[in-house]
């Protein structure tokens, strides 16, 4: 019951959040919200779907091999609350969440903040990459690189690991003054923030008085590249 309770408020939350970011449930959106709702029906199906496809197993493969530490990882989830956070985004509304590489003993582990029921615990998780890009709750994924020189990408997983044993737990109010409660894309910027030691690495947004981080914000700019999208079929 508790953990559908804050079910029920993170999406109304969430709501709230991308109605201040870009004011996306207007006109025709409604529609869209009704036909989102309508795909949702048919999700487990796709989910299945998705993991029966050799092309999208294979992708995740192949994407594994890719990552390198200090990467920047990125997902499209095929939930409600995934598709609400893709709206906080305002360049690229492909992705909805992300996490950062670290590879150990020869292994590309995530790091990412998340809620709901899949983190009931809400701490700041480390999973396997291949978790992470599995194409059962997701429709597709990112890999992104920053151009920064091995010194700063060394300290960037110190950093990281100084965060991950904190054990922040995932911010259901998306607040960037605080730091013991972490969204996902706030924990990337402020991880890269740190590790970079520049201020203007990473740019957040402000829409309506609202200050934010979306995952666009991460790889959209001048210091990051994409090394490969991969939408699962």
Same mark, same amino acid.
């Given at each position: 019951m508790e953990q559908k309770k804050k079910r029920i408020f993170s999406i109304g939350f969430l709501l709230i959040v991308?109605?201040?970011?870009?004011?996306?449930?207007?006109?025709?959106?409604?529609f869209k919200w009704y036909h989102y709702r309508q795909l949702q029906k048919a999700a487990k199906v796709h989910s299945?779907? $998705?993991? #029966? @496809?050799?092309? @999208?197993?294979?992708?995740?493969?192949?994407?594994?091999?890719?990552?390198? #530490?200090?990467?920047? +990882?990125? $997902?499209?989830?095929?939930?409600?609350?995934?598709?609400?956070?893709s709206q906080m985004n305002q360049v690229?509304?492909?992705?909805?969440?992300?996490?950062?590489?670290? +590879?150990?003993?020869? /292994?590309?582990?995530? /790091?990412?903040?998340?809620?709901?029921?899949?983190?009931?615990?809400?701490?700041? $998780?480390r999973d396997s990459a291949c978790f992470f890009l599995s194409p059962a709750g997701n429709m597709g994924f990112g890999i992104a690189r920053f151009d920064a020189d091995s010194t700063h990408l060394n300290k960037l997983i110190q950093v990281v690991r100084k965060i991950y044993k904190k054990g922040p737990k995932f911010d259901l109010d998306f607040n960037l003054q605080t730091n013991d409660k972490l969204y996902c894309a706030e924990f990337v910027y402020k991880a890269v923030d740190e590790a970079m030691e520049d201020s203007t690495y990473i740019i957040p947004t402000t829409k309506n008085g609202f200050t934010f981080v979306g995952v666009d914000n991460l790889y959209c700019n001048s210091h990051t590249h994409l090394v490969c999208q991969i939408e699962y079929k």
């Open positions: 991308a109605l201040l970011a870009g004011g996306w449930f207007i006109k025709d959106d409604v299945t779907n $998705r993991m #029966s @496809n050799p092309a @999208n197993l294979k992708a995740v493969d192949s994407g594994v091999t890719m990552l390198h #530490s200090g990467d920047l +990882v990125m $997902r499209t989830g095929a939930d409600i609350i995934s598709y609400m956070l690229n509304k492909t992705y909805s969440h992300s996490g950062l590489v670290i +590879v150990e003993h020869g /292994y590309p582990f995530v /790091y990412h903040c998340i809620g709901g029921e899949d983190n009931p615990d809400e701490k700041l $998780r």
